[in-house]
């Protein structure tokens, strides 16, 4: 079983999508990372907002901070420093497992018996 894990002392891989822990008054879950300083390009990537700009290589970067990370959407929304915990996605379910009807049946019958 995964952990949760203090974002204040260990960060993730940056870029990489975790679930994330925001709102101390009403805690929710979101699919977040975490962008460390000058790794992120505003001409590689779309960023709305105060940028940071690095003289030594005349880049714009986005901020470093946490990052709503969405698959499908185009816009990254700043977490500014919400985050109190994060995790590891899951893995995804094997394809042999039957999905659950919010009812808690199967659906399309029995799942599969993995090999």
């Avoid at 990254?76 to 995804?92: K, Q, T, Y």
């Amino acid at each position: 079983m995964m952990e949760w894990i203090d974002a204040r002392k260990i960060k993730p891989e940056p870029e990489t999508p975790v679930l994330a822990v925001i709102d101390k008054k009403n805690p929710r879950v979101v699919r977040a990372c975490w962008i460390p300083a000058n790794t992120i390009d505003t001409s590689y990537m779309a960023f709305e907002g105060d940028t940071e700009y690095n003289e030594d290589d005349d880049t714009y970067y986005w901020p470093e901070g946490w990052y709503e990370w969405n698959e499908i959407e185009e816009m990254h929304w700043s977490l500014g420093d919400g985050v109190s915990h994060w995790m590891p996605l899951p893995e995804l379910p094997s394809p042999n497992v039957a999905p659950i009807a919010a009812d808690g049946e199967k659906k399309n019958g029995e799942a599969k018996e993995e090999d």
